[in-house]
T-cell receptor, first 112, second 117 residues
C-alpha cells in the first residue's frame, strides 16, 4: 500500500540550533500535510502543501514540497523548548476518502 | 478552529470486557471520521474510516468484529473494543474533517488511553 517514509526518527538539538525532518514517497502525492504532537497530546494540524515546489513559512517553521511532489521537509530555525514534540507528515490516501497516511514521525528534543 | 472531543480520556478494564469510546465533533458536522491507534513512540495507524449512516471501512488487518464502529449521527462516532485483551492496550485517537471540506485538514480528538489488565 501507499507509504510515506519520514526521517530521522529522533533528533536532539541544543536550543537555538536548527532542525529539519524529511518525508519521502515512492508515488506522486496530491498534497502533504504536517502535524505536531506534543508529549501526551494529540496531533495538531500545522499546514498543507499542494503545489509542486511550494514553500510556506510560519514564523520559524519553513515547509517545502518537492518539485516532483514526492518529498517534503519541515525546517525549524533557531529551535526553542516549545518546539519539543513529534512532527508527522501525512499524505492523502489514494482512495479519495479523505484518509491520511502518516509518516513515522520525528521526535524533537530541545536541550535548554 | 473545529473541536473534536473524545470520551473517556482514560480507561482501565479487565480482560474480556468491552469498552466503548465516543468521538464527537462539537462545532461542525462530519460525514466521515477516522479512528487511529498509536503505540508508545510510534506513528498513528489508521484503523478504520467511519461513515455516517453506513458501514465503516476497515484497514487491512483490522478485525471489524473486534473493533465495532457506529456512526449514527453527523457529530458522533463510537468505537467499541469487544472482549478486550492486554494486547489491545493502546492510545486510540479519532479525527474528523468538517463536511465543508476546508483544506482536508483533520481535527483530532484528545485520545483515549486504554489499559487492559
Amino acid at each position: 500500500g501507499q507509504q510515506v517514509m519520514q526521517i530521522p526518527q529522533y533528533q536532539h538539538v541544543q536550543e537555538g540550533e536548527d532542525f529539519t525532518t524529511y518525508c519521502n514517497s515512492s508515488t506522486t502525492l496530491s498534497n502533504i500535510q504536517w502535524y505536531k504532537q506534543r508529549p501526551g497530546g494529540h496531533p495538531v494540524f500545522l499546514i498543507q502543501l499542494v503545489k509542486s515546489g511550494e514553500v510556506k513559512k510560519q514564523k520559524r517553521l519553513t515547509f517545502q514540497f518537492g518539485e516532483a511532489k514526492k518529498n517534503s521537509s519541515l525546517h525549524i530555525t533557531a529551535t526553542q523548548t516549545t518546539d519539543v514534540g513529534t512532527y508527522f507528515c501525512a499524505a492523502l490516501g489514494s482512495s479519495n476518502t479523505g484518509k491520511l497516511i502518516f509518516g513515522q514521525g520525528t521526535t524533537l528534543q530541545v536541550k535548554p | 478552529g473545529a473541536v473534536v472531543s473524545q470520551h473517556p480520556s482514560r480507561v482501565i478494564c479487565k480482560s474480556g470486557t468491552s469498552v466503548k469510546i465516543e468521538c464527537r465533533s462539537l462545532d461542525f458536522q462530519a460525514t466521515t471520521m477516522f479512528w487511529y491507534r498509536q503505540f508508545p513512540k510510534k506513528s498513528l495507524m489508521l484503523m478504520a474510516t467511519s461513515n455516517e449512516g453506513s458501514k465503516a471501512t476497515y484497514e487491512q488487518g483490522v478485525e471489524k468484529d473486534k473493533f465495532l464502529i457506529n456512526h449514527a449521527s453527523l457529530t458522533l462516532s463510537t468505537l467499541t473494543v469487544t472482549s478486550a485483551h492486554p494486547e489491545d492496550s493502546s492510545f486510540y485517537i479519532c479525527s474528523a474533517n468538517p463536511s465543508s471540506g476546508r483544506l482536508n485538514e483533520q481535527f483530532f480528538g484528545p485520545g483515549t488511553r486504554l489499559t487492559v489488565l
